[in-house]
């Protein structure tokens, strides 16, 4: 299923490709593209984080944001090629100290076991994983000890409503507990159509963790929560169709805290508590 959604992914960077000069222009400019609330979770870095790695990256946009935020190296890793082709040109074009690599969020490389005192990931990222503790158990031996995760996702809750035709929050029948769905296409105002028409566009698989399964999967890699926030923002502006009156009172994504005091043992032996 990883493999399947890395492909679609990969059709899917046409989209972000689009969005380069925006990024170079932004970043060049010292700007970040992260949401406050994001920025508030991670505090400032200056001075406070030698490396920061970005998992699920897409074409490094954010994670040249954490460099601006003032981590002194980012590394960045994605499943899809072109995704980190577009990060490489992203990184060329503003000189930012930034290396990535291709690779499942699960297979990151050993070699930065142990190396990065902050883990970033978020904005539409677990959803497209298919096994949370083995990515909790990536994140654990990617920290330094003392080393934090900063995740700021979409909240599961957010799949259950949508707006009605007054603009009203409606339920969906999308069920909380729901398995893994396979699906072709992208939403309109996201990703929205693609030079490859939807009905040949590859399956991808994505699934709505549940709160419960993320904070466990995290304290079960061994880390320390340390705050969970709720929060409406609408982070993908998948609700652009609320009403003024009706925004604000619904949790639709969520940020987490969590550190590790020690690090897990791992199959070379390093880095062991
Ligand atoms: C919505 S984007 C990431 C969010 C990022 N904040 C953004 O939009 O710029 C999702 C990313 O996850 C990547 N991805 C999906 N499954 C993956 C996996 N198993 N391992 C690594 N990357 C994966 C996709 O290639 C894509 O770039």
Redesign the pocket.
């Known amino acids: 299923m ?1 493999a399947a ?2 492909v679609a ?2 059709e ?2 046409e989209r ?1 490709e689009g969005w380069l000069d925006e990024a170079i222009e932004l970043i060049r400019g010292g700007g970040s ?1 992260l949401f406050p609330e994001e920025v508030e979770l991670l505090g400032d870095l200056h001075g406070q984080c030698r490396r920061a790695i970005h ?8 994670t040249l944001s954490l460099w601006r935020l003032g981590a002194d190296e980012v590394v960045g ?4 090629p072109r ?1 980190i082709d577009l990060a490489r040109r992203l990184t060329a074009a503003t000189g930012a100290p930034a290396s990535w690599f291709v ?5 990151t490389p050993h070699e930065l076991d142990g190396t990065a005192n902050l883990v970033y ?5 677990l959803l ?3 096994d949370l503790d083995a990515w909790a158990a990536v994140v654990a031996r990617l920290l330094v000890p003392g080393g934090r995760l900063v995740l700021f996702e979409g909240h599961p809750f957010e799949w259950l409503v949508d707006g009605d035709e007054d603009g009203r929050w409606a339920l969906t029948d999308y069920d909380y507990f729901a398995r893994p769905e396979a699906s072709r296409g992208w939403s309109p105002g996201f990703i929205d159509h693609l030079s490859i028409p939807d009905g040949q566009q590859h399956w991808k698989f994505s699934r709505a963790w549940t709160l419960g399964e993320v904070v466990t999967a995290v304290a079960g890699a061994g880390l320390r929560i340390e705050r969970l926030v709720e929060s409406p923002r609408d982070w ?1 502006s998948g609700h652009s169709d609320i009403a003024p009156g009706e925004r604000g009172r619904l949790p639709l994504s969520f940020g987490l805290i969590a550190t590790i005091t020690s690090r897990p043992a791992s199959p070379t032996g390093r880095g062991q508590a």
Do not use: E, K
Not at 77 to 80: A, E, G, I, R, Y
Not at 103 to 107: E, G
Not at 121 to 125: I, K, L, Q, V, W
């Open positions: 990883h959604t890395g992914w990969d899917a960077a972000y593209n998992l699920q990256c897409a074409g490094g946009r954010d890793v994605d499943l899809s995704m690779s499942d969020v699960l297979d990931t978020g904005r539409g990222s497209w994983l298919q993908w």
